[in-house]
């Protein structure tokens, strides 16, 4: 059973026909942030988060417009948002009546959180009905994607094993696999590509 869209009728006007091109611009970014984020030495530095931000704030403009000529309002529901945005709250009272420890890192941890829930909302409205040829299409990519990135990974490992990309040497060091400062942190990137590029394979047509 599918989880119910929420459509908001929006005033009479003229029907513009652009919901599509907005529609495949916002997934388009989507899929771009969503294979960047990893490669940025997973989004931890300041630039690198930041672009994440301005992308996911982009990705938000095209779904808003992509709603707006379609008149109406399609958001994905699953329950799922229920704990997301209870503990987004609790965070926010944490940092706006200041009993936090760390106001500073209350801050970015909000800001943070709030980019990866809209990631994920976005994500499901903008992809829940695509249909079998796209989502092909995106299993091929993710497994190049993975398949890429391990290659990459693994030549790195023996040739520079306290570099990344062979010429970044970090600051206070670490166990470096890919573009990964924390080899666990790689490990956690592969546990979550893997069953996308086994499903797409198992359930592949013969």
């Known amino acids: 059973m599918r989880s119910p869209q929420v459509t908001l009728a929006l005033p009479d006007r003229a029907h513009y026909g652009e919901e599509a091109i907005w529609f495949n611009a916002a997934r388009s970014i989507l899929i771009v942030l969503l294979f960047a984020a990893p490669l940025a030495f997973g989004a931890v530095e300041p630039w690198a988060f ?3 931000i301005m992308l996911t704030v982009a990705a938000l403009f095209c779904w808003a417009a992509g709603c707006m000529s379609e008149q109406r309002i399609v958001l994905l529901w699953t329950p799922i948002y229920i704990p997301a945005l209870l503990f987004a709250a609790f965070a926010a009272m944490q ?3 200041g009993h936090t420890a760390d106001r500073i890192a209350t801050r970015d941890s909000l800001l ?3 980019a990866y829930l809209l990631v994920f909302t976005l994500s499901g409205s903008l992809f829940s009905h695509r249909g ?3 989502w092909s ?3 091929q990519a993710v497994t190049i994607y993975s398949l ?3 290659l990459f990974s693994i030549i790195q490992f023996f040739t520079a094993p306290d570099r990344i990309y062979w010429t970044v040497i970090p600051r206070w060091g670490g166990s470096i696999f890919g573009p990964y400062v924390n080899h666990d942190h790689y490990a956690g990137l592969m546990e979550m590509l893997f069953p996308i590029t086994a499903m797409f394979w198992i359930t592949r047509p013969r």
Do not use: I, M
Request: contains cysteine; aromatic residues 16%.
């Open 95 to 97: 940092f706006f009546t």
């Open 137 to 139: 299409q995106f299993g």
């Open 132 to 134: 079998t040829r796209q």
């Open 148 to 150: 890429v990135l391990s």
């Open 50 to 52: 930041g672009s994440l």
């Open 112 to 114: 943070a959180c709030s």
